[in-house]
């Protein structure tokens, strides 16, 4: 049987609660229902896993999903090694033997038709068949299947299947109000009160710009790179040219529309 050590969680991650998601997490737990993390990139969902994981005392193994993943990356194959042919089980199948929490990372990346492997594991049956191996894996008692999903990405072409989502209790995420995303980015990146409240109000600016030319404003995420980047002795202006302008846009208009909230703002 394979250690799980190197997935359990030593040391607290550090998590600022917004709402009740810790409880409703716990909650869904305790009958070892499937969860779905909904909310923007960057706002704190595998922060929060993480969290709770080591909150639950739980080893967690985390895929982070792509649209080449295949459902054998997931389950396991079989592979030539000195003894010969030998299967190796996957990552969620790893999972479900040892009683572990998978986090499927951004599960609408991958195609839909990798995903309905989870299916049989995510209904009363918790099951998880091997096909290749002929084999049945009944889910250990500790196992949960926690799925995060970013709506934004949803197109004709990049969207769960109604059969998966009605699956899952979801969980609502978003970026935290100004204070405590603030207070976020001080614990993150060592940051001072006054820098950190400016990233903030950057933040928000580009936020507001969602839907008119961006597809996502600045994450928490990048605002703790930008005051970082600060922390480095980097000028707060350039910080935020590097960290949060170049990596979301290339218009140029938009450019000048975040360089000139950024001016406003420090």
């Known amino acids: 049987m394979t250690n799980l050590d190197a997935y359990r969680i ?66 396991g194959r079989y592979l030539l090694d000195a003894e010969g042919t030998v299967w190796h089980d996957g990552p969620l199948t790893l999972a479900v033997r040892q009683g572990a929490i998978c986090y499927l990372d951004e599960i609408v990346e ?28 009944k889910a250990h008692p500790d196992f949960q299947v926690v799925i995060s999903y970013n709506p934004g990405y949803q197109s004709v072409l990049k969207d769960l299947k109604e059969s998966t989502k009605q699956r899952f209790a979801a969980i609502p995420f978003d970026y935290p109000e100004a204070a405590g995303e603030a207070e976020i980015v001080m614990r993150e990146a060592g940051a001072d009160k006054r820098t950190a409240e400016a990233l903030v109000r950057i933040g928000a600016r580009s936020r507001n710009l969602k839907g ?10 990048m605002l703790v790179n930008a005051a970082l980047l600060v922390a480095a002795g980097v000028p707060i202006a350039e910080a935020c040219q590097v960290a949060l302008v170049i990596p979301i846009t290339d218009d140029d208009d938009l450019r000048d529309a975040l360089t000139g909230a950024i001016a406003a703002c420090v």
């Open 10 to 75: 030593a040391k607290e991650p550090f998590y600022r609660s917004v709402g009740g998601e810790v409880g409703l997490f716990e909650a869904a737990y305790r009958s070892r229902m499937p969860v779905m993390l909904k909310g923007p990139t960057g706002c704190g969902k595998t922060r929060f896993v993480e969290h709770m994981a080591w909150r639950l005392g739980r080893p967690l193994i985390t895929v982070s999903c792509h649209e080449d993943m295949t459902a054998s990356d997931l389950v």
């Open 110 to 137: 991958a195609r839909q038709d990798t995903t309905v492997v989870i299916h049989s594991l995510t209904d009363d049956r918790r099951i998880l068949p091997l096909e290749k191996k002929n084999e049945v894996v």
């Open 212 to 221: 008119r030319g961006l597809e996502e404003g600045a994450s928490t995420r």
